[in-house]
């Protein structure tokens, strides 16, 4: 292997990759040049793109960017990200979007970075995950990862969408026979109104009362809540308070997503679940826990069929992820992952020698588990 990837040399993946993937993709090779060939067929074809890159720790990457060792660690690793996230934001589909892992070493200048590439005006939020006891040192504890979310074009990026299931609500002002529920608002008031969306329209109260205005559902959707007693006009007789949806204990509720995620496994539970599926303990440090990407992939509101995409695949947490999500919702989602054959420690007597070997044996495993398809390619030099 050379100790550069010139923009010269006669690169392929063996076998080739169809632009119309109908199964999962796992690449063996240092991801630059991969995602420079992918780029060929999956220009503006990514839906959703996660990854966790090596953090900027001071260690000496393993890359093989001809600049990494000839400038300060802070500049290099800004070049080494920056080179490989503008490919990113060019595979992505424009109402795609993608997540960024990160820790608080790099999080100010990766956002700052980010910003340059993507746009300021396309940042979503950066969404914190709550891993465990988290990193101590003398003056704190720090409890939360970060993972910057881009949309490659905002405008077009559908809005983001939580399930809920709620069991706090302790009263039934108008005694449903369902029990007891708490009201939500299902409109927007008059002055915030857009007397030209599709969604502007009028309904009446039991009292005659007539309500104009911009509505979060269609004028379909409210006829079925009207019919199902699930829109509140306030107490009788008056009937004259806001429309308002009721919502029921144990009903679920779409939300706008917290970027507070506390909701998935700690980093100990990850790396127990690996180490069980893997026959041996300690053999990737701090995995991803699984439900940790099935989350973000589900708070996208993107259809069942989308192109998932890793290419600091690491432990190959995101396949299992996507796997898993098509067996519950009998969805078709497919994954490209990429990784490089790191060598995981050169001391150790495991039988994984590369980090590519852990996620390919990972893959393997889930693949037979869910039913998966999964074209294996490798990265070479012509």
Not at 133 to 155: A, E, I, M, V
Not at 161 to 179: F, M, Q
Not at 276 to 281: M, N, Q, V
Request: net charge neutral.
């Amino acid at each position: 292997m050379p100790e550069k990837y010139d923009e010269a040399l006669d690169l392929k993946l063996v076998p080739c990759v169809d632009a119309k993937i109908k199964q999962h993709v796992f690449i063996e090779g240092d991801n630059y040049p991969v995602l420079k060939i992918l780029e060929r067929d999956f220009n503006s074809k990514i839906d959703f793109i996660y990854i966790d890159p090596p953090y900027n720790t001071g260690n000496a990457f393993t890359y093989e960017d001809d600049f990494s060792l000839k400038k300060d660690r802070h500049s290099a690793w800004l070049s080494f990200m920056s080179r490989r996230l503008k490919l990113a934001k060019e595979l992505l589909k424009d109402d795609g979007c993608i997540f960024i892992a990160i820790d608080q070493s790099e999080l100010y200048v990766l956002k700052l970075l980010c910003d340059s590439i993507f746009g300021e005006d396309n940042f979503v939020n950066d969404f914190m995950w709550l891993h465990g006891k988290g990193k101590k040192d003398t003056w704190s504890r720090t409890l939360q990862q970060h993972t910057l979310c881009y949309g490659k074009n905002k405008k077009l990026l559908k809005p983001f969408v939580e399930i809920e299931y709620s069991d706090w609500a302790k009263t039934n002002a108008d005694g449903d026979e369902r029990g007891n529920w708490f009201s939500g608002s299902i409109s927007f008031s008059e002055t915030r109104s857009n007397p030209n969306h599709r969604n502007y329209y009028s309904i009446k109260s039991p009292s005659g009362k007539v309500w104009t205005r911009q509505w979060m559902v269609s004028e379909e959707e409210m006829q079925a809540l009207l019919k199902e007693n699930k829109i509140f006009f306030g107490k009788a007789p008056e009937y004259s308070g806001v429309p308002r949806v009721k919502i029921f204990n144990n009903e679920p509720t779409e939300v706008i997503p917290k970027n507070i995620i506390n909701c998935v496994d700690s980093t100990r539970k990850a790396q127990k679940h690996l180490d069980d599926l893997l026959e041996e303990k300690a053999v990737f440090d701090n995995p991803k826990p699984v439900d940790l990407i099935s989350h973000l992939i589900s708070i996208v509101n993107k259809p069942k069929d989308i192109i998932v995409m890793d290419f600091f695949a690491g432990s190959g947490t995101t396949f299992e992820a996507v796997a898993e999500m098509n067996s519950k919702d009998n969805g078709c989602r497919k994954c490209i992952l990429v990784q490089k054959p790191e060598v995981v420690n050169k001391d150790s007597d495991s039988k994984y020698g590369l980090i590519s070997d852990i996620c390919r044996a990972r893959v393997e495993k889930v693949s037979k588990l869910y039913n998966e398809t999964v074209e294996y390619c490798k990265l070479q030099v012509m």
